[in-house]
């Protein structure tokens, strides 16, 4: 090999280190501060400057993105667990407590995971693929009769945003979301349900939900 081509060869390598260590740094200041973290923080921990940020990942949802996709086995993991259980209620309960540990170390999850961002066709192929795992684990308890007939995936989203401030409640030490799990729970036994008078959230609602949060926090 000349030297040219050693060099450049040792720039690539020093590239993707770089790159890697971006992204691990920018999980570790998600997780605590969510997708608004400082990305001047990300690369002042990853012993960059912020242009090297800017030049790995041109925007803050390029990096997100990067960040989300290594955590889509995560989610992935929780519904194959869910799976092979069994017991359907048993199922639900699990993959719901897993989703809600998840969402409690994590910030940057309860963030992602029903946020929508322009161009992030990586983010939502992923939210797509989770939303019909996540599918399954309903049909499964309605097929059972454990869960009660008219909670569908919009209401599971809708359950899943209503604990994000339960979860940051509990950073201080108190288990809230758990306490407040169980009680949801056993208003989801198909045996204790009443019928429901509100229809669920339509896609499009969601939709716009999620762009709402988003220009939340723009």
């Known amino acids: 090999m000349s030297g040219i081509a050693g060099e450049q060869a040792g720039q ?8 890697e260590l971006l992204v691990a740094t920018a999980r570790e200041v998600f997780a605590e501060r969510g997708v608004d973290g400082s990305l001047e923080e990300i690369a002042r921990r990853a012993g960059v400057g912020i242009g090297t940020l800017y030049r790995h990942f041109a925007t803050r949802d390029a990096l997100i993105e990067a960040v989300f996709e290594r955590r889509i086995g995560d989610f992935v993991a929780i ?10 209620w048993l199922a639900f309960t699990g993959f719901l407590e897993a989703m ?8 940057m999850l309860k963030d992602v995971l029903w946020r929508s961002a322009p161009g992030a066709e990586r983010v939502e192929s992923a939210r797509a693929r989770l939303r019909g795992l996540y599918e399954q684990v309903l049909e499964r308890a309605h097929a059972q ?20 401030p339960l979860t940051e409640a509990s950073e201080v030490g108190s288990n809230v979301w ?4 169980h009680v949801l729970l056993d208003g989801l036994r198909a045996g ?9 959230l339509s896609d499009e609602d969601m939709r716009v939900l999620r762009e709402r949060r988003m220009g939340r926090r723009a």
């Open 178 to 181: 758990a306490r407040h799990r």
């Open 145 to 164: 009769g454990e869960l009660r007939a008219d909670f569908g995936f919009a209401d599971l989203a809708v359950l899943l945003w209503s604990f994000a």
């Open 192 to 200: 204790a349900a009443s019928p429901q008078s509100e229809p669920p």
């Open 12 to 19: 690539r390598s020093h590239a993707r280190r770089n790159h």
């Open 79 to 88: 519904a194959e667990a869910a799976a092979e259980e069994p017991d359907a």
């Open 100 to 107: 809600l540990n998840l969402q409690s170390e994590d910030r």
